[in-house]
C-alpha cells in the first residue's frame, strides 16, 4: 500500500503518462478493434479504463470523473483522461493526507485501506493498457513502448526480436 502521498504521486504521474502514449497511439478507426464477437471493443476498454478512475469517488474523493457515453474520437478520450488522471491526483493531494491512506472503508463488502485502493487503481490501469496493446496490434497499429522495448523496437535496432 501506499504510506505517502508523495510517494502515490510520483507512480501516479510516471503510470500515467505510460497510459497517455497508449491512448495516444490509438485511431478512430481502431476504436471499432474486437477481439471476439460480442467482447469489449478497444474503444470500450479505452473508456473503461478512463471511467474507472470514477469509482475512487466512492473512498470520499470528490473530482470530475467524466460522464458517459465516450467521445465519439480516440483523441477525446485521451483528452478526456488526461483530464480526469489529473482531477485525481489533484483530489487526493487537497483532499486527503499521509494519514488518510492507512484508514480503510468498506468496498463490496471488504475493507480496503485508501493506500491500498490506490495501489488497486493502479494496477487496474496496467491490466487494462495490457489488453489494449493486443488490440492495437490486431488493428494494425504500433504499440508504445510501456515497461521495456516492443517487437518492433528490436526490430529497428537490428536485432532479433524475442517472439
Ligand atoms: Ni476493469
Same mark, same amino acid.
Given at each position: 500500500m501506499f504510506?505517502?502521498?508523495?510517494?502515490?504521486?510520483k507512480e501516479w504521474e510516471s503510470e500515467s503518462e505510460l497510459t497517455d502514449r497508449v491512448l495516444g497511439r490509438l485511431t478512430d478507426d481502431s476504436l471499432r478493434q474486437a477481439i471476439a464477437a460480442d467482447r469489449r471493443t478497444l474503444g470500450e476498454l479505452a473508456w473503461h479504463l478512463v471511467t474507472s478512475l470514477r469509482f475512487m469517488a466512492a473512498l470520499g474523493l470528490d473530482f470530475d470523473g467524466g460522464a458517459d457515453p465516450a467521445p465519439g474520437s480516440a483523441a477525446g478520450i485521451a483528452e478526456e483522461y488526461r483530464r480526469i488522471s489529473s482531477a485525481l491526483l489533484q483530489a487526493v493531494r487537497v483532499q486527503w493526507s499521509?494519514?488518510?491512506?492507512?484508514?480503510?472503508?468498506?468496498?463490496? @463488502?471488504? %475493507?480496503?485501506?485508501? @493506500?491500498?485502493s490506490l495501489?488497486?487503481?493502479?494496477?487496474? %490501469?496496467?491490466?487494462?493498457? @495490457?489488453?489494449?496493446?493486443?488490440?492495437?496490434? %490486431?488493428? @494494425?497499429?504500433?504499440?508504445p513502448e510501456i515497461y521495456g522495448p516492443t517487437y518492433e523496437t528490436w526490430v529497428d535496432q537490428g536485432k532479433t526480436p524475442l517472439a
Open positions: 504510506a505517502t502521498i508523495e510517494a502515490f504521486a499521509d494519514d488518510s491512506l492507512g484508514e480503510a472503508r468498506t468496498i463490496m @463488502g471488504e %475493507q480496503w485501506r485508501n @493506500g491500498d495501489r488497486f487503481t493502479l494496477m487496474h %490501469q496496467a491490466h487494462h493498457r @495490457g489488453q489494449m496493446t493486443v488490440l492495437m496490434r %490486431q488493428a @494494425g497499429l504500433r504499440p
